[in-house]
Structures are given as C-alpha cells and as structure tokens.
C-alpha cells in the first residue's frame, strides 16, 4: 500500500502547505512545495489518496507534527527527501480508470518534515467507495474525476434529472430544446424518418429511438405530422427518469434503458451527448486531467492531476493558463455502441458544439461548461451537485469521423423546413377569416422557423450522421 497527496492545501495560522506525498514501503521519497510563513514551517496536514498497486483507491487526511524546511520555488519544484512515515490503512475503495494519472502519480512525491518528527498525530479512516457514491449525499470521500462527480449530480439516486422533481425540458422547466419550440421541428425529422425508410428498402419494420427523450414532444411532433412510414415505425422513447417517462404518448414504447438487439432504423439523439459525463482538462504547465475531492467543510473542490504523458491527439500542444477542455469519452463510446445497433440507418445527433477540441480551448470555459435550472443559467458547476443540469459544448473531433456534419439549419433546410413554412403560411391565409386549431399551428410555423434557424442559436447547432448498411 503506497501514500500520495493529490495537491491538497492545508492552512493553519498563517501556514499554507501544497503538494504531495508518496509512501512506499514505509520509505518517503519527496519533492516539496510550499507557500509558507516562511523557512521552518509547521507542516500542518495534508490530504493523501490511498494506492494500491497502481489504483488510487481512497482519500484521508493526515496531520504531521514537525517542521519543515522551506524547498523554495514553484509548486512542483524538486526536493528530495527520504525517511519513514505511517502507512494508509488498507481499503476496499473503487480505483479511479484513468492509467495516466496513476502512473503518475506513483511517480510524484512531496512534501515531510525532518525523519525524526515526521509522524501521525491523526489518520481518518478511508470509507468504502460503495458506502460513498452509491447515493448522492453531498460528500466525497475520495478523490474522483469530474465526470464521476458529474455523473452522481445528475444520474445519481439524487440527481438533478432522476429524483422525482428532478430537471425536464419544457418552457416551465429547466431548459428548452427544439423539440419544445414547436411542432414544426419534428415534421422536419419526420421527413428525414422518410427518407431514410425509403433509402434501406421500406422495411416492414423500422425502428425509431429517441434517447433523451424528456416528456416525450419530439414522438408526439413526429406522429402528429403522419410520415409514410407511419405503419411501419417502432418508436422507442429511452428516458432515464421515471417522471418523464410518465408522460410519455401512450401508443410508444416508453423505456429507461437501450434496445439491445440490432435493427434496421434510426437513432436520434438531441442534446443527449453534452449531458452525458464528461472529464475535464485543464492546462497549468501542461495538461491536466481536474478531479474532485471535498475540502473540510464539505464543499467540493477541484485539484489537478500531473500532466497527461501524452496528451489526448486533440489538445492543442500549449494554451493559455487555466485554458480547458472537455473530454467526452462517454459520448465516443455512446456514439460506438450506437453505430453497432443500426444494421441499416442512421444514427443522428443534434447538440450544440464545435468541430475541433481547440476552439474550446481559445474561449473562457465559462461559455461552453454551463449549468441550467428554471430555463436560466444556473451556478457554478461544483455548486448545489443534484440541484443543476451540467452541460457542455461538445466537441465533435472527439466523436468516431460522422458521415455528414452540418450545422442545424442546414440540415432543417436540406429536409424541408422552407416548403412546410410556405405551407403553413398558405392555409393561414386560406382560414384566416375564421382560423381554427390547425390555421393557428400553420401560423406558428413562422416564428418556429426563425428560432430553429437562428445563426447565433439553434440554427447554429451541429448534426452529425452516421450512416450504417449492412450487407444482407
């Protein structure tokens, strides 16, 4: 069992101590780094993630008593240091899965006071990961990546979307999507559905999977506009929480989990991808992957990880200071699984994002890491954890090479949006004089359309298509 402290700072009267410590076998192996009332110090305490083997495993805190002698420089600035120290308690904590930042962190030492009086006056014990994650609860008792974290915050048993008066799309929820604008926007994929019915032979039976799916709006628009392959369409609404899934149209297949055979048919996923967790990378002397731990008020806070050895292909090779980045795996590996269901179709994404990782990386993170609740933009991502939806732009390199990728007004034009406003237009002006519910839909198309197609908002989201045919 091996010792080491992520970063952690320690204050106590006057006394800042940063860095971290690395045990192994009982023998200290250091670097040091501290900002500190000056040469001598008290080494106060300082937070240690628990590995085993090459896994991080748990997180405590440990309170020394001694002095130290101040290294000087940066943190992260070399000072070797040797002697004995007290050993983590074993745990049956959860690793985290990211191999670079084990390894390296392995390789990384910090900060003792002198051999003599480097000692424990206080070790807390490691709580189990399963007794901590398992339910949201405001506490992490170890270090996690932020995509773990995220994901508790909005999937967890208390999380803003699936507790029960948990995050839904809608004009009095807590963001508004296409779908809600109106029900031109699903006309629109209803004759895209069309099109790709006609192109894999009308099958008999075609499946239709709209994950995400919030209180159902885009199933209702697309049945509402009657597409031809109306008889043969399977629809499928996957949709996490029980409370959306409860207004559901009766006539779907309502469900909170994936199909798991192939089929021949389309996958939409709308503003799904920038909900699903992401990591976060940070750029402080080289990247670096952010984690979360709490502080000793149970706040959550952020610390780094040493530098990714190598950085992800799509970082840009330097940035500013405290440039950031997401990394979607989880959409990837979505995208990967999603592609294996369709033997013939198309899986289609709708999200706001970028094409290359490094334009995010040239904005303030502030523009593209958001958080939303009651159709506002909410706090801080780290923040009130299950009260927020979490978002981010995605980038689109990070995602398996689409077949086609345009933005969303190109692709509403490209599927008919201009021909169904000039419809809507002209039964408005035949029932105008005595308009009914249909003359006032038809109307509506007008400023449905110029909200779909806005440059500076949805118009400006991408759609990416993956294309699947396979052979018979």
Not at 330 to 345: D, F, K, P, Y
Request: glycine letters at 10%.
């Amino acid at each position: 069992m091996s010792s080491v402290v992520v970063g952690a700072d320690s204050v106590e009267g006057g006394t800042v101590v940063t860095g971290a410590v690395v045990v192994v076998a009982g023998t200290v192996e250091s670097t040091a780094s501290a900002v500190a009332a000056g040469a001598g110090a008290s080494v106060v305490s300082v937070a240690i993630a628990a590995v085993e083997g090459a896994d991080v495993v748990g997180l405590t805190t440990v309170k020394l008593g001694g002095r130290l002698s101040s290294p000087g420089g940066a943190p992260g600035t070399a000072a070797p240091l040797a002697g004995s120290t007290p050993q983590a308690p074993s745990s049956t904590m959860t690793a985290l899965h990211n191999p670079t930042f084990r390894r390296q962190l392995t390789q990384t030492a910090c900060l003792t006071a002198a051999p003599r009086d480097r000692r424990a006056t206080e070790f807390e014990q490691i709580r189990p990961a399963a007794n901590d994650l398992d339910k949201f609860s405001g506490r992490l008792g170890r270090v996690v990546p932020f995509d773990e974290f995220m994901r508790e915050a909005l999937y967890g048993e208390a999380g803003f979307y699936t507790k029960p008066d948990g995050g839904h799309a809608g004009r009095r929820g807590d963001f508004l999507t296409s779908p809600e604008v109106g029900p031109l926007f699903g006309a629109v994929v209803a004759n895209y559905l069309d099109a790709v019915w006609k192109r894999i032979g009308e099958p008999d039976e075609f499946t239709v999977v709209d994950v995400g799916a919030g209180p159902g709006t885009l199933a209702r628009s697309i049945a509402s506009a009657r597409p031809r392959c109306s008889h043969a369409m399977r629809f499928i609404a996957v949709e996490l929480s029980a409370g959306q899934r409860d207004r559901h149209p009766a006539d779907i297949e309502s469900t909170a989990t994936m199909p798991t055979e192939p089929f021949d048919g389309v996958i939409i996923a709308n503003e799904l991808l920038d909900n699903l967790p992401f990591r976060l990378a940070v750029f402080d002397n080289g990247w670096r992957e952010a984690y979360i731990v709490r502080d000793s008020e149970g706040r959550p806070t952020e610390t780094l990880s040493a530098p990714f050895d190598p950085p992800p292909a799509q970082l840009l090779q330097t940035a500013t200071l405290g440039a950031r980045v997401p990394l979607v795996d989880q959409a990837r590996e979505w995208v990967e699984a999603a592609r294996q269901l369709v033997r013939n179709g198309t899986v289609l994404a709708i999200d706001y994002g970028v094409p290359l990782t490094g334009e995010l990386a040239q904005r303030p993170w502030r523009d593209w890491l958001r958080t939303y609740r009651g159709n506002e933009r909410g706090g801080h991502y780290l923040s009130a954890p299950g009260s927020q939806d979490i978002t981010t732009d995605i980038p689109f390199d990070q995602l398996p090479e689409p077949d086609a990728l345009r933005s969303q007004a190109q692709f509403l034009q490209l599927w008919g949006i201009t021909d169904l406003v000039d419809e809507g237009k002209r039964i408005w002006e035949e029932q105008a004089a005595r308009p009914g519910l249909e003359a006032m839909k038809m109307r509506s198309r007008v400023s449905e359309s110029e909200a779909l197609l806005d440059p500076l908002g949805l118009g400006s989201f991408l759609v990416a298509e993956w294309v699947a045919e396979w052979a018979a």
